[in-house]
Structures are given as structure tokens and as C-alpha cells.
């Protein structure tokens, strides 16, 4: 690489930094943030610290994503001393990596300043999902950008995979498969149009090659987890939390289900990526390459599992390695076509493509870093986290454990006080949650309860305390609004 070159590729890493840096700035992890963590990020949270306290997930923390997501935060935490700042420079740091890695995977198929806007977009791509940062998918979005391009350039290139590029696949699989199983979309969407190109074209030696370095290297990759679980008499709780949980009882799945997601999944390929996804149409029809039948693969695969899996937003985010395909392709060839006009029509399209965020005045919420007073599902407003932690703190030890009935693990790590049950937050329609939820509270007797639509309690009857309640609480009077905070009535 030439020094003109090399100065080129490193303002565009620049660029990468600080455009996810101006994103992530709407994370309420980051330095001077005004919002409270929502849901999500709050029991991974919560479930990292008590991993570095020395308990085990799924055995003494019940939560159901994958194990590698809470090593993450607890790596995060450990490094930077218990911080929550260290999990925004995690997060920083892991949407830096996916966008030189979508760069590289671009400029497989388009130039550089075309591969430069492709990604830029796919990050602005972001703004509207990642509301809340520490999300589930921008985690594996490394994973899912260096398997991308590993597909695509072994299809451009249909030189046999090396050995280093089917561990790296393997490991990239596993890592995404380790944090949360059905965002492994990509190998599914490449792997279904690669066996049948092997097949086709009686590559068999290649086939039963790959499969087997792939297989072996993911089992060897997978094999630690499952090591440490069973050592720590947690594996059948891990399983059943990790695979059977979120099959079946997180979202149960029939083909009246499925149907009924049909409209979720055409909404949300509509609303996020109908635009890459008509472009790989076009790519397919004007190049008929293997490229672009596997990223249409690879895309309705995700697509599918974005949809089925729920209503959430944020589950788009992992189109994003796929995204810069189609518009780097597309960047290019209607510039090629309009030479006298190539930087407006750049800038005609560049804009065109980002509407979607700035309609939703996404970008203008990122500098003041919401702290609004409404109740939400995803967070306790600021003025309400304030004064529910201040009644905690008087009424409460550091060392007393309090319950937060519904989903609001934010509460522990505000008020610094641990939960007195495996159970952070409500886990809804599990039966494991059903079976011990109330008889460990009825057993751990609290020194707090605190329930009501400020937490989100949201919950079956199979979860009621109010026996319990009457009996041993006596109810604090307080001025929040829809929140009742319960005392133990013997606490001295």
C-alpha cells in the first residue's frame, strides 16, 4: 500500500471511530448520559457484577441470553474497575471492528469512496435501533461483519477456504451463537448457497472438507462453555435457559404464530431494509453472480429471524454487515453512469439513504441523551430513579437484598442493592420462573418489595406476592405515582 493510499484508508478509520462514537453517545452508559439503563442492558449488567462476585450464571443468576454476552460486561467491568463507562468503550470499540470490517468487505465488490459512504450509512443505519446501547446484537456485529467477508471474498475469489478462514468462521459462529443463537443468520444464508454450489459443481472433497473443519473447530470452540457450566452444576439450567426457554417458552412458535409474524416480518424488511434488499434484486438480475444470491440468501434469513423472533427494533441491527453490499454496489454504478454529476448524485443518494433516521429525529436525541419523565417499558425516568434510590438507601443496609417485581433491573444497580432471588427481573412464561419465583422471595424474605407500572410489573398470577405481603410488609408511603414500595415489617 502507497503513503497516499494508506492516509486515505486511515481517515476513513477516523471517520469510523468518531461517527460511532457520535452514535453511541445516545448510550446511556456514556460519560455525562442524562438517561437510566434500560431493561435489557440492566440485567446484563446487574448479571456481570454477580458473576464477578463469584456466582454463576443460570445457576445462582437466571437470565436467558447466551453466556458469552454477560462475559462481555464483565470483562468490561473488571477492566475499569466496576464502571459503566467501560462497557461504552466496549461498545465503541466492537462497532470500530465491524466497520473496518464492513469496509474490507465492501471494497471487495466497489471503490473506496463508495465503500467509505456504504458503511457511514450502515452505521447512521443504527441510530434508531440501538436505542438504549449495550444491546444484544451490536455485540455480535464484529462477529457477523468478519464472517461476511470471509463469505464474500472466498465467492469472489473460489479459491478452497484456508484453515484460518474456517476457524476464524467457526469462531465467529460461536461467539454469535454463544450470545444469542438465532442471530446466527449470515452462516446460515452463505452456508445453504455454498452446499449447493458444491454440490452442483461435485466439489464433494471441498464440501466434506469444510464441513468437517467446521464442525470440528466449532465444537472444539464451544466445548470451554459447556466445560464450565457442568463443572459448576449448571449445564441443564444453561440449556434450558439458552435453547428451550427462548424456543418455547419465550415466544411460543406454531405455524399460527408464524403467520401472524408474517406481518412484522414484511414491516420491518419494509421499514429497515427494503431499499439494500431491492438492490440485491438488481444486482442479481444485471450480474446473476453467486455473490449476490448468497447476500439475498443471507438477507431473507436474517429477515426471517428478526421477524419471528419479536417486535423489537433493535433485532435489525445485525443487517448492517449486510447492508453496505448492495449500497456500495449501487454508489458505484450509478456514478459510473452520471461521470459530470458524480459527487451531487453521491450526495443526492448519501442523503436519500439516511431519511429513515433523520425522519425520526433520531439524530437530534443523541447530543442531549434523553431524561424525559414518562414511563416507559425500556426505563425508569431519571427524577423517579433519584428518589425511588433515596428511599432505598434510608430504609435499607448495603448489605440487604430487595426485590423489584417486573422487569426493572435497573433499580439494583442504582440503589446498590442486590436482589433477593435468582431472578433480576421477571422472567415471563418461564416455567422455571413459575416453579420458584415466589417460594425463593417467600424464603428470602426481602427487606424491600417494590412493584407497580413504574417497574413494569408486568406479570402472570402465578406471580402474585400479595400474601406475603400482607402478612410480613407494611406499605412506605411515597409520592411516585402507579409505585408501591413495600417494608419488612420486623426489620430493625
Not at 492516509?7 to 478509520?13: A, C, M, P, R
Not at 445516545?26 to 437510566?36: D, G, R
Not at 469496509?103 to 471487495?108: D, P
Not at 421477524?307 to 454504478?333: C, D, M, N, Q, T
Request: glycine fraction near 4%; hydrophobic fraction near 50%.
Amino acid at each position: 500500500m502507497n503513503k497516499s493510499a494508506f492516509k486515505t484508508e486511515f481517515l476513513f478509520y477516523a471517520a469510523f471511530l468518531l461517527t460511532g462514537i457520535f452514535v453511541l453517545l445516545q448510550s446511556p452508559l456514556a460519560p455525562y448520559a442524562k438517561s437510566i439503563n434500560g431493561v435489557d442492558s440492566s440485567a446484563f449488567i446487574y448479571s456481570a457484577q454477580r458473576i464477578l462476585d463469584g456466582q454463576t450464571m443460570y445457576k445462582d443468576i437466571v437470565d436467558h441470553k447466551g453466556p458469552f454476552l454477560y462475559v462481555i460486561d464483565a470483562a468490561a467491568l473488571f477492566i475499569f474497575n466496576g464502571k459503566f463507562i467501560g462497557i461504552w468503550i466496549f461498545e465503541i470499540i466492537s462497532l470500530f471492528i465491524a466497520s473496518i470490517m464492513m469496509y474490507k468487505t465492501a471494497r471487495l465488490l466497489a471503490g473506496k469512496i463508495f465503500s467509505f459512504l456504504a458503511v457511514i450509512t450502515a452505521i447512521l443505519f443504527l441510530v434508531p435501533l440501538l436505542v438504549g446501547g449495550n444491546i444484544t446484537e451490536e455485540w455480535a456485529l464484529p462477529f457477523i461483519s468478519i464472517a461476511t467477508y470471509i463469505f464474500v471474498a472466498y465467492l469472489k475469489d473460489n479459491k478452497p477456504l484456508g484453515i484460518v478462514s474456517l476457524l476464524i468462521l467457526s469462531l465467529t459462529f460461536v461467539l454469535t451463537f454463544m450470545i444469542r443463537p438465532n442471530m446466527a443468520a449470515v452462516w446460515a444464508g452463505f452456508g445453504i448457497v455454498l452446499l449447493v454450489k458444491w454440490i452442483v459443481e461435485k466439489k464433494y472433497k471441498e464440501l466434506i472438507r469444510n464441513l468437517s473443519f467446521l464442525s470440528l473447530f466449532a465444537l472444539l470452540f464451544m466445548l470451554p462453555f459447556f466445560l464450565y457450566f457442568y463443572f459448576k452444576g449448571a449445564l441443564s439450567d444453561a440449556i434450558y435457559l439458552i435453547f428451550k426457554y427462548n424456543a418455547v417458552e419465550y415466544n411460543p412458535r406454531s405455524l399460527i404464530f408464524i403467520l401472524k409474524a408474517c406481518p412484522k416480518i414484511l414491516g420491518g424488511v419494509y421499514e429497515f431494509s427494503a431499499i439494500p434488499f431491492i438492490i440485491m434484486i438488481y444486482m442479481f438480475f444485471r450480474d446473476k453472480s453467486i455473490i449476490s444470491i448468497s447476500v439475498i440468501s443471507a438477507f431473507i434469513i436474517t429477515a426471517l429471524t428478526c421477524g419471528i423472533g419479536g417486535r423489537f427494533p433493535h433485532y435489525y441491527l445485525i443487517f448492517a454487515p449486510l447492508i453496505v453490499i448492495p449500497y456500495s454496489y449501487i454508489l458505484e454504478i450509478i456514478t459510473k453512469n452520471i461521470p459530470k454529476a458524480k459527487y451531487i448524485c453521491l450526495f443526492i443518494i448519501f442523503i436519500f439513504f439516511n431519511l429513515k433516521p433523520v425522519n425520526d429525529q433520531s439524530y437530534y436525541k443523541i447530543p442531549i441523551n434523553y431524561s424525559g419523565t414518562d414511563y416507559v417499558i425500556e426505563t425508569v425516568p431519571p427524577p423517579v430513579m433519584a428518589k425511588l434510590k433515596e428511599i432505598i438507601i434510608q430504609n435499607t443496609k448495603p448489605t440487604d437484598k430487595i426485590l423489584v417485581r417486573g422487569y426493572q433491573s435497573s433499580v439494583y444497580l442504582y440503589s446498590g442493592r442486590a436482589c433477593a432471588t435468582r431472578f433480576p427481573y421477571t422472567l415471563n412464561r418461564s416455567s422455571l420462573a413459575i416453579k420458584y419465583y415466589v417460594k425463593e422471595a417467600e424464603e428470602a424474605l426481602p427487606k424491600m418489595i417494590i412493584q407497580g407500572e413504574v417497574v413494569n410489573n408486568l406479570m402472570s398470577p402465578d406471580f402474585m406476592l400479595d400474601s406475603l405481603l400482607n402478612k410480613k410488609y407494611i406499605l412506605i408511603p411515597t409520592d411516585i405515582k402507579d409505585l408501591e414500595i413495600w417494608k419488612l415489617k420486623d426489620d430493625r
